[in-house]
């Protein structure tokens, strides 16, 4: 399926990578999407990128701070996170869907998610 990596610990203002690989399963015909969840809160996309990588869209609470990108030949899409804030602590999802079109309401419709990374920032 898909398994996240590069989570971890970080302090207020740092930068981490995240990583979402297609284990047995190619990536490249699938938008994928980063989602993120905090307890008590509801799972939300922070960053999602066609199966081409030719459209992304980043939510307006990380715009500026977070860019996704993928490399199809790697079987990878990648969320580069910086300029954290304790704010950006959660769970965070991969997710890869065949999506119709490339708008808001079928960033959720994914087929395959992953189980998930946290990511914690220290203040």
């Known amino acids: 399926q898909l398994v996240e990596s590069g989570g971890g610990v970080v302090q207020a203002g740092g930068s981490l990578r995240l990583t979402c690989a297609g284990s047995?399963?190619?990536?490249?015909?699938?938008?994928v999407g980063w989602f993120r969840q905090s307890p008590g809160q509801e799972r939300k996309v922070v960053a999602i990128i066609s199966w081409s990588g030719e459209k992304t869209d980043v939510a307006d609470s990380v715009k500026g701070r977070f860019a996704i990108s993928r490399d199809n030949t790697e079987n990878k899409v990648f969320l580069q996170m910086s300029s954290l804030t304790p704010g950006d602590t959660a769970v965070y999802s991969c997710g890869a869907g065949t999506i119709p079109y490339f708008e808001p309401q079928y960033y959720y419709d994914m087929n395959y998610w992953g189980n998930g990374t946290l990511v914690t920032v220290s203040s």
């Open positions: 047995g399963r190619p990536l490249r015909y699938y938008a």
